[in-house]
């Protein structure tokens, strides 16, 4: 009687041991699916906020290759103007009033023969542009 109450118990110990063992490794498989979702999630931010800014680069970028280089001038005299004016009208740069934006900080164009023009000083008011690059 004691020899099968010991084989029993050997049966049951045996058992017990190896559902422990099988919930330890589940829980140590969840634990690694729940780490690579989580990666998986970081990913996926990642990569929407790089196009996000890519696309905010990108339309910045456009905006600027479509500017006039007429802005960058300290004055410009407009395209359309009334016929029949006496004078030509000399407007300040749109560029002049402000410094930065949301991506660049300053405004500036290298010309051909390596002057630095800016909206902000006349060419003869400042020697920022008379350097040479």
């Known amino acids: 009687m004691y020899r099968r109450l010991i084989i ?3 049966i049951i110990l045996a ?3 190896g559902l422990a ?3 330890y490794r589940s829980i140590e498989i969840r634990a690694q699916g729940l780490e690579g979702a ?3 999630e970081f990913a996926a931010v990642a ?3 790089r196009q996000d800014v890519k696309r905010k680069l990108d339309e910045f970028m456009q905006t600027e290759q ?3 280089y007429t802005d960058y001038q300290y004055y410009y005299v407009p395209e359309y103007v009334a ?3 006496q004078q030509m009208p000399l407007l300040r740069s749109p560029l002049a009033g402000r410094l930065e934006n949301d991506f660049a900080y300053g405004n500036f164009q290298v010309e051909s023969d390596g002057r ?3 909206p902000y000083y006349r060419a003869d008011q400042s020697q920022i542009a008379q350097v040479r690059v």
């Open 21 to 23: 063992w099988l919930g």
């Open 83 to 85: 016929p029949g004016q």
């Open 116 to 118: 630095i023009v800016t």
């Open 8 to 10: 029993l118990s050997v």
């Open 66 to 68: 479509n500017r006039p």
């Open 15 to 17: 058992a017990l041991c």
């Open 38 to 40: 989580r990666l998986g």
């Open 47 to 49: 990569e929407q906020i």
